[in-house]
T-cell receptor, first 114, second 114 residues
Framework: AQSVSQHNHHVILSEAASLELGCNYS??????LFWYVQYPGQHLQLLLK??????LVKGIKGFEAEFIKSKFSFNLRKPSVQWSDTAEYFC????????????FGRGTSLIVHP | ETGVTQSPTHLIKTRGQQVTLRCSSQ?????VSWYQQALGQGPQFIFQ???????GRGNFPPRFSGLQFPNYSSELNVNALELDDSALYLC?????????????FGPGTRLTVL
């Protein structure tokens, strides 16, 4: 069975601060990895994804994530956050080789103060 | 381009009743996935329909069932409602089954079971 752990449930930052949200997964095989974001009052949307290749993945709005296979991690980063980055962030994993059954983490609530 | 729509927006049912939730996929999409999101938790995958066939199922009992129609819209049916079924039910559509194509989420249906 696969699982996802997001270590920080609530993060509060000031504008221009750097962001790193942790995500660790548990699965015995190859995985597809995702970060989703839900801005206040909006639908859940894809931020970035990793399937294969370069483990450093760039997404929308200046976000990036690094897949470290040895650590089973897929942390989300942004060098300088903006007030508009205030949102809920979800990490998700889907093990390959079988049916599509994604697992989402519990989510991290990010508040950025102007 | 019309996005993913869900109906109804809110629903209140009593324990033991049955409920049907509806989802219209985004234009051009042939795959619909359903998720349950309890308060303070990440989405939990219920199942996915690809070209009218179930293409993956999460850890939900058989009283959660679904359908996909030839126009790729979908229904989620829940029988014998329990209090723990109270949650936000999300629908997401994509072009292609599995998890390789970006999913576009709808606004959700908030189900309350009394």
């Amino acid at each position: 069975a696969q699982s996802v752990s997001q270590h920080n449930h609530h993060v509060i930052l000031s504008e221009a601060a750097s962001l790193e949200l942790g995500c660790n997964y548990s699965y015995g095989g190859t995985v597809n990895l995702f970060w989703y974001v839900q801005y206040p009052g909006q639908h859940l949307q894809l931020l970035l994804k990793y399937f294969s290749g370069d483990p450093l993945v760039k997404g929308i709005k200046g976000f990036e994530a690094e897949f470290i296979k040895s650590k089973f991690s897929f942390n989300l980063r942004k060098p300088s956050v903006q007030w508009s980055d205030t949102a809920e962030y979800f990490c998700a994993v889907n093990g390959r080789g079988g049916s599509y059954i994604p697992t989402f983490g519990r989510g991290t609530s990010l508040i950025v103060h102007p | 381009e019309t996005g993913v729509t869900q109906s109804p927006t809110h629903l209140i049912k009593t324990r033991g009743q049955q409920v049907t939730l509806r989802c219209s996929s985004q234009s051009g999409h042939n795959t619909v996935s359903w998720y349950q999101q309890a308060l303070g938790q990440g989405p939990q995958f219920i199942f996915q329909y690809y070209r009218e066939e179930e293409n993956g199922r999460g850890n939900f009992p058989p009283r959660f069932s679904g359908l996909q129609f030839p126009n790729y819209s979908s229904e989620l049916n829940v029988n014998a409602l329990e209090l723990d079924d109270s949650a936000l039910y999300l629908c997401a559509s994509s072009q292609g089954g599995g998890g390789y194509n970006e999913q576009f989420f709808g606004p959700g249906t908030r189900l309350t079971v009394l």
